[in-house]
């Protein structure tokens, strides 16, 4: 193991409802508790755990959309808590402009770069065969399937420029059969492209498991960090490897851990 390239710091997080006709502040809604983690440089990390614990709150804190309320994130050695700009985000919604063509949304990044635009329509195009894109460059998103609008959606993620990437649950909204291929695209992306820094939000074990190289399991709200796992199994993982025992081991100690 290297240098971590993000760390997480004691990291803490409380909402406070407010008032539906006074707009005072109301109950505290505590959200993370002591949250501390790592990502090191090239690693594919995966975060579960139920829904409304907090990952999403995390990754807004990561990429400085949020405070928190105490606690410390550092990049590269550098404190950014609060700072925007340091990473690039993806949400589950693949939220690509319709009016735009595939080639136009992967464009977006590079426009907020101020790339020139000759060197941006190269840089782009040059991508789009290996994310299997290039025949519908001049395409409009209402065309697309939904593997195809999200493999345009993390090509624009790329294109932002940033050595980590936050996704949030982007394959959440597939059906079954289109996610299991994305997972078969996404790992052999992600090792074409250079290995860039992931860390990863999803509520499927499976998921998880296929993809990253560590798991943290965090607990219902407030989070509290319940496990950190280690996923040595050889590269690349076929979708046959959820019967194989080794898989199968994993997958009962994170499913334990989710619901202790």
Known sequence: MGKAYLEVKNVYKTYYLRDRDSGAGGSAVPTLRDISLSVEKGEFV???GPSGCGKSTLFNLISGLELPDGGNIFLD????TGEKGHVSYMLQKDLLLPWRTVLENCLLGLELRKIPQK????MAQALLSDFNL???AGSYPASLSGGMRQRVAFLRTMLAGRELLLLDEPFGALDSYTKSEMHDWLAGAWSRIGRPTILFITHDV???????D????FA??????RLQLAVEIARPR?????????FVALKKTLLASLFA
């Open 46 to 48: 995966s975060i579960i």
């Open 119 to 122: 060197k941006a329509i190269e």
């Open 238 to 246: 076929a979708r046959q490897l959820v019967v194989e025992k080794e």
């Open 220 to 225: 219902p709200r407030p989070a509290v960090l």
């Open 134 to 136: 290039a025949d519908f």
């Open 206 to 212: 499976e998921e998880a498991l296929l993809l990253s």
């Open 214 to 217: 560590r798991i943290y399991v």
């Open 77 to 80: 050695g550098r404190d950014i």
